[in-house]
């Protein structure tokens, strides 16, 4: 952001004197210096006067989001002596970026869905709420689509790129949790499923943390996933993981 300067005069309840603030923006900070000014018998300014010290005091303001809408016009051109002399006119025409899902969303709003959900724990039901409260009416069906058809179209890529580079890694750690899954094909609500958890080691490089989803809990799920995998594998005493194959097995020293 490009530092700006501007003034405005802000008056103050008193008869004789008013606050001049001169506001400055630095590295995406406001700074206001605060410079008294007097009227007596007409405006005179402290302004030549030598400034003795500066008090600093700081508050965080918030700014809530906004919605905009951001639309492309693309304009083509033709050759009218194309169009009767030749029988294919030449036309040409300003690219426009590419759709993110052939829909009006954009990478900023899905990221926003995906984060919202993954990371801060918010349903879709309640960010339906959250737009409203914005002035648009989205619906978590939707919502559910993008998560879907973006997660299967950019994210999976990225998922099965990080786990090879897992695979590589000298030392990993791995656990599996519990979960239930509504409306599962061919499986009742109240069966138990479970997320597996395989990440890095703490060697000096940067973490990777992926989950595998699983309806069991057999020691083949780890045996997939660590397939290729030769170094430490640190778990705790769950016999499933004896199935890993070409691995070093640690125990884990929790208490």
């Known amino acids: ?67 905009k809408v951001v639309e492309y016009v693309s304009v083509h051109y033709g050759c009218p002596k194309c169009k009767t002399d030749e029988e294919k006119p ?5 690219p426009v970026p590419p759709a993110l899902l052939r829909s009006y969303a954009s990478p900023s709003i899905v990221a926003w869905v995906i984060y919202s959900k993954y990371v801060n724990g918010m349903p879709l039901y309640r960010q339906e709420k959250d737009w409203l409260q914005y002035g648009f009416e989205l ?17 999976r890529a990225l ?52 989950y595998k989803y699983a309806p069991t809990r057999r020691g083949d799920v780890a045996k997939e996933f660590l397939k290729g995998f030769n170094g430490y594998l640190m778990a705790d005493g769950y016999t499933g993981y004896n199935k890993v194959q070409d691995i070093k097995r640690c125990c884990c020293f929790s208490l």
């Open 159 to 210: 998922y099965e790129f990080y786990h090879r580079l897992l695979l590589s890694r000298e030392f990993a750690m791995a656990d599996e949790s519990p979960i239930q899954v509504l409306k599962e094909e061919g499986r009742e609500a109240t069966a138990k499923s479970y997320m597996w958890l395989f990440r890095s080691g703490e060697d000096d490089t940067p973490p990777i943390v992926l």
């Open 1 to 67: 952001m490009a530092d700006k300067n501007y003034t405005m005069i802000k008056f103050m309840f008193l008869s004789c004197s008013a606050v001049r603030v001169v506001c400055q923006i630095s590295n995406g900070v406001l700074i206001m210096i605060l410079h008294q000014v007097h009227f007596i018998g007409g405006l005179k300014s402290s302004d030549n006067r030598p400034a003795m010290r500066y008090r600093n005091t700081s508050s965080l303001e918030y700014i809530p989001a906004t919605l």
């Open 90 to 94: 030449n036309i040409i025409h300003a």
């Open 139 to 155: 619906n978590r069906a939707t919502m559910a689509n993008w998560v879907i058809e973006c997660t299967d179209k950019y994210l």
